[in-house]
């Protein structure tokens, strides 16, 4: 199974450790479009107009900056990275031996500077959003489609595809093909400012479930302790099964 999350725009750091090691990334097969997204994102954070290019405030003036200093910038879990309201619910700081086991195997953050990352991938924070176009690389949904298909596709193996994304990066990566028939995109009906944390809340319970569910239906019924479901079949081929979800 892959549970597919978003990446935080708020990311935090560290003062002190070392510094990004792409090739020890996983899915090491992405290192070059990786190497590629960051020498741009470093030249293009170094100049005056950089906010307008990245489509942030000019006020994040130091957070662009960082972005120049990701080859030498502390790298920490990428657990400790992404933070906010999704990463608040699913709270990978105080899981149990076993439900970090199968975080580490199972989630997966779609990013648009590294592709995909596990929570023991060590990067640094950085700011950059997949929506952007970015000089020198283009858009970067479409810089990543190709190859992330390739490896999450691997990834994904014979198991479920859990997709708590939202557009912007479901645009990256488009499960097809047989994988598209295990793809379950989590939907919070009614409740946009309560999307992300609900969805960290069903990742964090995916992760203390007895068994891994292998179906569209299994994963509903894993899910009703905790939750209101209702289960919709694919509006067509290609197309996901949508779960309406709310938390009780």
């Known amino acids: ?23 020890s990334l996983s899915h090491p097969d992405l290192t070059d479009h990786r190497r590629m997204v960051l020498d741009a994102l470093a030249e293009v954070s170094g100049r005056p107009d950089a906010h307008e290019v990245l489509g942030v405030s000019p006020n994040l003036v130091e957070e662009v900056a960082r972005n120049t200093r990701l080859t030498t910038a502390p790298a920490p879990p990428a657990a400790e990275v992404y933070t906010g309201v999704l990463y608040d619910a699913l709270g990978l700081g105080d899981l149990t ?11 997966v953050v779609v990013s648009a500077l590294f592709g995909a990352v596990h929570p023991t991938d060590r990067i640094p924070p950085y ?3 997949m ?12 810089h990543w489609r190709e190859a992330l298909d390739t490896e999450l596709t691997t990834a994904a193996g014979t198991g479920l595809v859990v997709d708590c994304r939202s557009s912007t990066y479901v645009a990256a990566w488009t499960p ?7 793809w379950v995109q989590i939907r919070v009906p009614g409740a946009t400012h309560m999307a992300k944390h609900t969805r960290g809340l069903v990742a964090r319970h995916l992760l203390g479930v007895d068994r891994e569910p292998r179906t569209p239906a299994s994963l509903a019924r894993a899910l009703e ?3 209101d479901v209702t ?5 067509g081929p290609g197309r996901p099964w949508v779960l309406d979800t709310t938390a009780r």
């Open 1 to 23: 199974m892959l549970v597919l999350l978003p990446p935080s725009e708020s990311k935090a750091g560290r003062s002190r450790g070392k510094a990004l090691d792409l090739p």
């Open 97 to 107: 031996p076993g439900q970090r086991r199968r975080a580490n195997r199972w989630l």
């Open 127 to 129: 700011r950059l959003s």
């Open 131 to 142: 929506a952007v176009n970015l000089p020198g690389v283009g858009p970067l949904a479409a």
């Open 176 to 182: 097809s093909g047989d994988v598209a028939r295990r």
């Open 225 to 227: 302790p905790g939750f």
């Open 231 to 235: 289960l919709h079949e694919p509006a």
